[in-house]
C-alpha cells in the first residue's frame, strides 16, 4: 500500500530513501554541519563544538559538511568526522602508522597516508594525544599531498 507522500508522482532515492517529486531537485550527498549534528547527545555534542573548535585554531582550512561527513581539509582533507548516534567517528591522515590504546583502527589509505580511528564520546577525549595527532595531520597534509603529487608526475614521465 502506497503512503499518500508515494502517490504523487516520484521516485524513491536509492540513497538516502526520501520520496522525490518529479520535478523537485535532490541531492542526498550535500548536508551541513548543523544537520548532521542535530541529533547528537549533549556529551556528543559538547565533543563535537571542543573537536570543531580545536581544529579551527589550527590555521587556515576549509570545514565543510559531505554526505554523511565533517572534512577539515586543507589541499587535501586531512581528517573527518562522521557523528554517529552514540560516538563521534573521528578518521585522520598521517605519513606513519600508530599504535595507541586510542586508536581503534588503522588502514593505508595511500602509499603515503595512513588512516587512524578513534572514537570519541565525551569532550575530554580531545586533549593530547588526539589534539597533537590533528595538529600533525593539519601539519603535514600539504606536504604528504605535494609528495604524493610529484611521484605520480615523476612515474608518467
Known amino acids: 500500500m502506497k503512503t499518500a507522500q508515494q502517490s504523487r508522482p516520484g521516485r524513491e532515492c536509492y540513497h538516502c530513501h526520501q520520496w522525490v517529486g518529479e520535478k523537485e531537485k535532490h541531492d542526498c550527498w550535500t548536508t551541513t554541519e548543523k544537520a548532521l549534528t542535530a541529533g547528537l547527545s549533549e556529551d556528543l555534542m559538547d565533543a563535537w563544538e571542543r573537536l570543531r573548535e580545536t581544529a579551527g585554531e589550527f590555521g587556515e582550512q576549509r570545514i565543510y559538511a559531505s554526505h554523511n561527513s565533517v572534512m577539515f581539509s586543507r589541499q587535501a582533507c586531512y581528517f573527518f568526522v562522521r557523528p554517529k548516534k552514540r560516538v563521534l567517528e573521528v578518521w585522520f591522515f598521517l605519513g606513519r602508522k600508530l599504535k595507541a590504546p586510542m586508536v581503534r583502527q588503522t588502514l593505508q589509505s ?3 597516508k595512513v588512516a587512524h580511528l578513534v572514537h570519541i564520546t565525551h569532550r575530554d577525549q580531545v586533549e593530547p ?29
Open 110 to 112: 595511500s602509499k603515503l
Open 129 to 157: 594525544p588526539l589534539t597533537e595527532w590533528l595538529k600533525e595531520a593539519f601539519d603535514t597534509s600539504d606536504f604528504l599531498t605535494s609528495k604524493a603529487k610529484a611521484k605520480g608526475r615523476l612515474k608518467k614521465g
